[in-house]
C-alpha cells in the first residue's frame, strides 16, 4: 500500500494564502504526472494543477495566476503554492501520483486535506 502522506491544508480568510504539500515513498517507478485535485461538496473531483516529466505544467483556469505546483525530486515531494484563496476555492485537496507503463495507467492518491477559505 503506497501512502502519500499530505500536509497544509485549514481555514483561511478570502485573499489569504495556504500551501500544500505531499511526500510520495522514493520506490514509486514510472511516474507520468504529479498534480492536485479538489473535490467541493456535492461536485465532482476536478484536476486543479499538474506537471507531467516533459516539464509541462497545467493550471485549471479557475486557479491560473494564484495557484503553483512545484515538484522536489530529490525529496519525492510535489506542492501547491495557493494565493489569493477564494470561498469557491473551499473544497478537500488531494495530492495524485500518475503513472504510465506502454497502455497501463495507474493512479495513487493522498487522503484529502481541507481547505475553507471564510470570513
Known amino acids: 500500500q503506497v501512502h502519500l502522506a499530505e500536509s497544509g491544508g485549514g481555514l483561511v480568510q478570502p485573499g489569504g494564502s495556504l500551501r500544500l504539500s505531499c511526500v510520495h515513498p522514493?520506490?514509486?517507478?514510472?511516474?507520468?504526472?504529479v498534480g492536485w485535485y479538489r473535490q467541493a461538496l456535492g461536485k465532482q473531483r476536478e484536476l486543479v494543477a499538474n506537471?507531467?516529466?516533459?516539464?509541462?505544467?497545467f493550471y485549471a483556469p479557475a486557479v491560473k495566476g494564484r495557484f503553483t505546483i512545484s515538484r522536489d525530486k530529490a525529496n519525492n515531494s510535489l506542492s501547491l503554492q495557493m494565493d489569493s484563496l477564494q470561498p469557491e476555492d473551499t473544497a478537500v485537496y488531494y495530492c495524485?501520483?500518475?503513472?504510465?507503463?506502454?497502455?497501463?495507467?495507474?493512479?495513487?492518491w493522498g487522503q484529502g486535506t481541507q481547505v475553507t477559505v471564510s470570513s
Open positions: 506537471t507531467n516529466k516533459y516539464g509541462t505544467t
Open positions: 495524485n501520483i500518475h503513472l504510465r507503463v506502454l497502455d497501463d495507467e495507474y493512479d495513487y
Open positions: 522514493g520506490s514509486i517507478r514510472n511516474i507520468h504526472s
